[in-house]
């Protein structure tokens, strides 16, 4: 692990400087005994809570199920958040909080950069790789199967021995091999059981594969071995969209149906896994087995089971629903953890409420079910009205003021609005309106002169101060400096370089965990998104690349298309923009090993896209790019397109949905798919006017502002981009703002004065 100390001392390095001004903090003399008097007891050597440890610095550093720490940054990391109150979950420690001057001491070292001395820092230095070893993994991970094979029978030692990160012979033949590459390395003396330096073993990289399964099941696999993030086989067999074959492979051989791991969005479990991937088959076999469906891992089952709308699987789950622990299973099929359509049958509203679920739950901020029901793109009224009329308040208000009709509000004057106030809903906190005079620069190059800077800026604090790469902040920004590049616009390179490799170095730090199933914070849209920005700046293909691929290909369904995990739009809410992009993504860094597989991935995905049914404008514009990147006929992206341009509003602009105003967000992509797939000239006269729509509101400082509609569940802090806590989704509006200016860069187009008042 050499690599990830070196990147957590030139990452803490760098921010410290930030940090500076108070007393320093000695991380030896101040913090480590507040860790090893309070915290390492759950989150040390012997359990890691959420995944987390905080006796080894690697650890700490790469976080729990999330970054925890966020060095340089307390105000956006979630264990300041943690030891100071409850908005990001339980106060730590759980048998009562620290003193006002050890959280002071803590929030002090994070802010001067959580700076943590090697002497301190709890690890181990590893052997190096065998070169032997080494040279054998190329084999495998280029393809090369004859030279694989001469050199393991020149030298078949090495199966037995180690490379990088103290992976195996065995368990690159699984990852980039078949399985005679995998029986041959067996036959060689390799012990299925060895771990790499984070804990996981070849039977975990198997989960896809019924055949090397078994191979290595018969030669003694142990089926309930845990990594360091305590994944087991089962775990990771079922991540994805499990194989019935290889799930009932390891049950077969003694696997714990019922093991459980902590998650980013709560506790995981086999059945629970297979359940939100809607595979019936799967959830019956693990039922009979005897996987544990009580309590709230049954819970998350069951609402993972509506959430794919799988229904085989919601029948099984509702016989077995634990009344008590169901209270608050209306909180996990609404957003943000709820996904687009759950509750668009009012019978499943009433079903779930009749199995025990409280109508008046409140999660997190205080907000109740109906709340974040009215806050939602696709709850219909009748849903609405089956919460209502099983006792919803309509009333309710956060500790902020908002009730279900504000929430409702942010989507404009809707069905949902109407009958809220039929209903006798009052607004509890009417945001007050934000007055902005829109600045236009005098042509689209001098708009993008002026944006570009700004979303460079931002885009390096967002990952100095989240110690997370978003796809809002950072891998948009990449597309448009590369779009503003390519139009001959100045872009700083430096930044561009640094960001990259602030990519490529979280890949890295995240790549043992993907290959047991274990995906960064966002799953699929996070990773495809980045892998995305990393192939636009020409990022070579690497271990860490190949990690996410096959992650992602594994969280691919059936029917070809990824689905979200949650609901927050408009960056998360498309099923058509995931899976164009996940297409996208494994088109640039498919691993050579194993092309062919990923190649019917890809047409999986393409045949979906182009039968997908757009509703939205970014639904639209992503059918449109998924086509273009599929490389359909001409005369299909033409169609899309006209449906596309249907859409475009008497201001030149698109609005998100039908009951928004147009804004950047919307009119930015429309024209990039547009531009993009070639199906418009930059001087089509709609392409102008949308042009001119974004000129006419970009504000003096570069940026756009576009008010935020999806529900917030992240600590907020200032990433250097205007608009408050609107501002992660006007950096995203500004980001597609500038990407399609840029085109139009080398023709001045006259903007016109426009002073306006926008809703906060």
Same mark, same amino acid.
């Given at each position: 692990?050499?690599y990830?100390?070196l990147?957590t001392?030139a990452?803490t390095?760098?921010?410290?400087?930030?940090g500076?001004?108070a007393?320093?903090?000695?991380?030896g003399?101040d913090?480590?005994p507040i860790?090893k008097s309070h915290?390492?007891?759950c989150?040390g050597?012997?359990?890691?809570?959420?995944?987390?440890?905080l006796?080894?610095?690697r650890?700490?550093?790469k976080?729990?199920t999330?970054?925890?720490?966020?060095?340089?940054?307390s105000?956006?990391?979630r264990?300041?958040h943690?030891?100071?109150?409850?908005?990001?979950g339980p106060?730590?420690?759980?048998?009562?909080?620290l003193?006002?001057?050890?959280i002071?001491?803590?929030k002090?070292w994070i802010?001067?950069?959580a700076?943590?001395p090697?002497?301190?820092s709890?690890?181990t230095?590893?052997?190096?790789p065998?070169a032997?070893?080494?040279r054998?993994?190329?084999l495998l991970?280029?393809?090369?199967r004859?030279e694989?094979?001469?050199?393991?029978?020149?030298?078949p030692?090495?199966?037995?021995?180690r490379?990088p990160?103290g992976s195996t012979?065995?368990?690159?033949?699984?990852?980039?091999?078949?399985?005679e590459?995998v029986?041959?390395?067996?036959?060689?003396?390799?012990?299925?059981?060895?771990?790499?330096?984070?804990?996981?073993?070849?039977?975990?990289?198997?989960?896809?594969?019924?055949d090397k399964?078994?191979l290595?099941?018969?030669r003694?696999?142990d089926?309930n071995?845990?990594?360091?993030?305590g994944r087991?086989p089962l775990?990771?067999?079922?991540a994805?969209?499990?194989?019935?074959?290889?799930v009932?492979?390891?049950l077969?051989?003694g696997?714990?149906?019922?093991?459980?791991?902590?998650t980013?969005?709560g506790p995981?479990s086999?059945?629970r896994n297979a359940?939100?991937a809607?595979d019936?088959?799967?959830v019956r076999?693990?039922?009979?087995?005897g996987a544990?469906?009580?309590?709230i891992?049954?819970?998350?089952?069951?609402?993972g089971?509506v959430n794919?709308?799988?229904a085989?699987c919601a029948?099984?789950?509702?016989k077995?629903a634990?009344?008590?622990?169901?209270?608050?299973?209306?909180?996990f099929l609404?957003?943000?953890?709820?996904v687009?359509?759950?509750?668009?049958?009012?019978?499943?509203?009433r079903?779930?409420?009749?199995?025990?679920?409280?109508?008046?739950?409140?999660?997190?901020?205080g907000?109740?079910?109906l709340?974040?029901?009215a806050?939602?793109d696709?709850?219909?009224?009748?849903?609405?009205?089956?919460?209502?009329?099983?006792g919803?308040?309509?009333n309710a208000k956060t500790?902020a003021?908002?009730t279900?009709?504000?929430?409702?509000?942010?989507?404009g004057?809707?069905?949902?609005?109407?009958?809220l106030?039929?209903?006798?809903?009052?607004?509890?906190?009417?945001?007050a309106?934000?007055?902005?005079?829109a600045?236009?620069?005098?042509s689209?190059?001098?708009?993008v002169?002026?944006?570009?800077?700004l979303?460079?800026?931002?885009?390096?604090?967002?990952?100095?101060?989240?110690?997370?790469?978003?796809?809002?902040?950072?891998t948009?920004t990449t597309?448009?400096?590369?779009?503003?590049?390519?139009?001959?616009?100045?872009v700083?390179?430096l930044?561009?370089?640094?960001?990259r490799q602030?990519?490529?170095?979280y890949?890295?730090?995240?790549?043992e965990?993907a290959?047991q199933?274990?995906?960064?914070?966002?799953?699929d849209?996070?990773?495809?998104?980045?892998?995305?920005?990393?192939a636009?700046?020409?990022?070579?293909a690497?271990?860490a690349?190949?990690?996410?691929?096959?992650y !992602?290909k594994?969280? /691919?369904s059936? #029917? =070809?298309? $990824?689905?979200h995990?949650a609901?927050?739009? &408009?960056l998360?809410?498309s099923d058509?923009?995931?899976t164009?992009l996940?297409?996208?993504?494994?088109?640039a860094?498919?691993?050579?090993?194993r092309?062919a597989?990923?190649?019917?991935?890809?047409?999986?995905?393409?045949d979906?896209i182009?039968?997908?049914?757009?509703?939205t404008?970014?639904?639209?514009?992503?059918?449109?790019?998924g086509l273009?990147?599929?490389g359909?006929?001409?005369?299909?992206?033409?169609?899309?397109?006209r449906?596309?341009l249907?859409?475009q509003?008497?201001?030149g602009?698109w609005?998100?949905?039908?009951?928004?105003?147009?804004d950047?967000?919307?009119?930015?992509?429309?024209?990039?798919?547009?531009h993009?797939?070639?199906?418009?000239?930059?001087?089509?006269?709609a392409?102008?006017?949308?042009v001119?729509? !974004?000129?006419s509101? /970009?504000?003096? #400082? =570069?940026? $756009?502002y576009?008010?935020?509609r999806s529900v &917030?569940f992240?600590?907020?802090?200032?990433?250097?981009f205007?608009?408050g806590?609107?501002?992660?989704?006007?950096?995203?509006?500004?980001?597609w703002a500038v990407?399609?200016?840029?085109?139009?860069?080398?023709?001045r187009?006259p903007?016109?004065?426009?002073?306006?008042t926008?809703?906060?």
């Amino acid at each position: 692990m050499k690599y990830v100390r070196l990147v957590t001392v030139a990452w803490t390095l760098v921010i410290a400087a930030a940090g500076r001004g108070a007393d320093p903090v000695d991380f030896g003399r101040d913090v480590l005994p507040i860790f090893k008097s309070h915290c390492t007891s759950c989150h040390g050597p012997k359990q890691q809570k959420n995944g987390f440890r905080l006796d080894r610095r690697r650890d700490a550093m790469k976080g729990g199920t999330s970054v925890m720490i966020g060095p340089g940054n307390s105000e956006g990391s979630r264990l300041y958040h943690r030891l100071t109150g409850d908005t990001s979950g339980p106060q730590m420690p759980p048998d009562g909080p620290l003193t006002a001057d050890q959280i002071r001491v803590v929030k002090t070292w994070i802010d001067q950069g959580a700076q943590w001395p090697d002497e301190l820092s709890g690890e181990t230095t590893a052997p190096p790789p065998d070169a032997t070893v080494t040279r054998l993994m190329d084999l495998l991970r280029d393809g090369d199967r004859t030279e694989f094979r001469k050199l393991l029978r020149d030298e078949p030692r090495a199966a037995k021995l180690r490379g990088p990160g103290g992976s195996t012979p065995l368990m690159y033949a699984v990852l980039y091999g078949d399985a005679e590459a995998v029986r041959l390395v067996l036959d060689a003396g390799a012990d299925p059981n060895t771990r790499n330096e984070a804990g996981a073993t070849a039977l975990m990289w198997a989960a896809d594969d019924p055949d090397k399964t078994r191979l290595l099941l018969r030669r003694g696999a142990d089926p309930n071995i845990k990594s360091d993030d305590g994944r087991t086989p089962l775990l990771a067999a079922t991540a994805g969209f499990p194989s019935y074959a290889v799930v009932k492979l390891l049950l077969d051989h003694g696997a714990n149906p019922s093991v459980v791991v902590p998650t980013y969005r709560g506790p995981a479990s086999p059945l629970r896994n297979a359940a939100q991937a809607g595979d019936e088959a799967v959830v019956r076999l693990l039922l009979e087995r005897g996987a544990d469906a009580k309590g709230i891992i049954g819970v998350l089952a069951l609402a993972g089971a509506v959430n794919a709308k799988a229904a085989g699987c919601a029948d099984l789950l509702f016989k077995v629903a634990d009344r008590e622990a169901m209270k608050p299973a209306f909180l996990f099929l609404v957003p943000p953890a709820g996904v687009y359509g759950s509750l668009t049958d009012p019978r499943t509203v009433r079903r779930v409420a009749a199995a025990g679920a409280d109508v008046n739950a409140r999660g997190v901020g205080g907000r109740t079910v109906l709340m974040l029901a009215a806050g939602s793109d696709d709850v219909p009224p009748e849903s609405i009205q089956a919460l209502i009329e099983l006792g919803a308040d309509v009333n309710a208000k956060t500790p902020a003021g908002m009730t279900a009709l504000d929430f409702a509000r942010l989507r404009g004057q809707t069905p949902t609005v109407d009958l809220l106030i039929k209903a006798g809903a009052k607004s509890g906190r009417e945001p007050a309106p934000m007055a902005m005079t829109a600045k236009p620069a005098p042509s689209a190059r001098a708009a993008v002169e002026r944006s570009l800077p700004l979303l460079q800026k931002a885009d390096a604090t967002f990952v100095q101060k989240a110690g997370c790469i978003s796809c809002h902040n950072n891998t948009l920004t990449t597309m448009a400096a590369s779009a503003a590049r390519t139009a001959g616009v100045a872009v700083d390179e430096l930044v561009v370089r640094k960001q990259r490799q602030a990519s490529a170095d979280y890949l890295e730090v995240w790549r043992e965990r993907a290959l047991q199933g274990m995906g960064v914070p966002g799953d699929d849209v996070t990773v495809a998104t980045m892998l995305i920005g990393l192939a636009e700046e020409k990022h070579p293909a690497g271990l860490a690349t190949d990690a996410m691929a096959h992650y !992602l290909k594994t969280l /691919q369904s059936p #029917d =070809g298309r $990824w689905r979200h995990v949650a609901h927050r739009p &408009p960056l998360e809410s498309s099923d058509i923009e995931l899976t164009a992009l996940g297409m996208r993504a494994l088109q640039a860094y498919a691993p050579k090993a194993r092309k062919a597989e990923y190649e019917k991935a890809v047409w999986r995905a393409a045949d979906w896209i182009r039968a997908a049914r757009p509703k939205t404008t970014t639904d639209r514009a992503f059918q449109i790019l998924g086509l273009h990147w599929a490389g359909d006929d001409p005369d299909a992206i033409r169609k899309a397109a006209r449906d596309l341009l249907a859409e475009q509003r008497a201001d030149g602009g698109w609005g998100q949905i039908p009951t928004m105003a147009s804004d950047a967000f919307a009119t930015g992509q429309a024209l990039v798919a547009l531009h993009e797939s070639g199906a418009v000239a930059v001087t089509d006269p709609a392409y102008q006017r949308g042009v001119q729509l !974004l000129l006419s509101t /970009q504000l003096e #400082d =570069g940026s $756009w502002y576009v008010r935020s509609r999806s529900v &917030p569940f992240q600590p907020h802090f200032e990433s250097g981009f205007p608009h408050g806590p609107d501002q992660w989704i006007s950096m995203a509006a500004t980001n597609w703002a500038v990407t399609a200016l840029a085109p139009a860069a080398g023709n001045r187009v006259p903007a016109r004065e426009r002073t306006g008042t926008a809703e906060r």
